[in-house]
C-alpha cells in the first residue's frame, strides 16, 4: 500500500513558477511510476506529466511542454513537478498518481494522492 501526499500548490500570478512535491510512504516507491494530473473546475481530469521508476524517461502532456519538468528524489521518496511560465488556464487541483505494474507509460494507476490546489492569477 502506498499513500501519496501533495503539497506546494498557492496562489501565483501569471508567469511565476511553482514547484509541487509528492511524498509517499512505503519502501517499494522506487519501483512505481508517478504521474502529475490535473482537473480544472467544470473540466474532466486531465494527463500532465509522468517519470518511470528510475528516471531515465519522462512524458509531458503538449501543455506542459517545455514549462513544466518531472523529477523525482527515491531516497526521499519524492516527485517533483517544476512548474513555469504559468497561465491563468494552468488553475487546477494537482494530483500525484502511482503506477506499480512497470508499464511505460502507465496506462492506469494504482494509487491516489488526495490534492493541492494551484491558482494562477492574471
Known amino acids: 500500500q502506498v499513500q501519496l501526499v501533495e503539497s506546494g500548490g498557492e496562489l501565483v500570478q501569471a508567469g511565476g513558477s511553482l514547484r509541487l512535491s509528492c511524498v509517499a510512504s512505503g519502501h517499494t516507491?522506487?519501483?512505481y511510476a508517478v504521474g502529475w494530473f490535473r482537473q480544472?473546475?467544470?473540466k474532466e481530469r486531465e494527463f500532465v506529466a509522468s517519470i518511470m521508476w528510475s528516471a531515465l524517461s519522462t512524458?509531458?502532456?503538449?501543455?506542459?511542454?517545455?514549462?513544466?519538468?518531472i523529477s523525482r528524489d527515491n531516497a526521499k521518496n519524492t516527485v517533483y513537478l517544476q512548474m513555469n511560465s504559468?497561465?491563468?488556464?494552468d488553475t487546477a487541483v494537482y494530483y500525484c498518481a502511482a503506477?506499480?505494474?512497470?508499464?511505460?507509460?502507465?496506462?492506469?494507476y494504482d494509487y491516489w494522492?488526495?490534492?493541492t490546489q494551484v491558482t494562477v492569477s492574471s
Open 99 to 108: 503506477d506499480s505494474s512497470r508499464r511505460w507509460p502507465p496506462t492506469s
Open 59 to 69: 512524458y509531458y502532456a503538449d501543455a506542459a511542454k517545455g514549462r513544466f519538468t
Open 40 to 42: 480544472a473546475p467544470g
Open 29 to 31: 516507491f522506487s519501483s
Open 113 to 115: 494522492g488526495q490534492g
Open 86 to 89: 504559468l497561465k491563468p488556464e
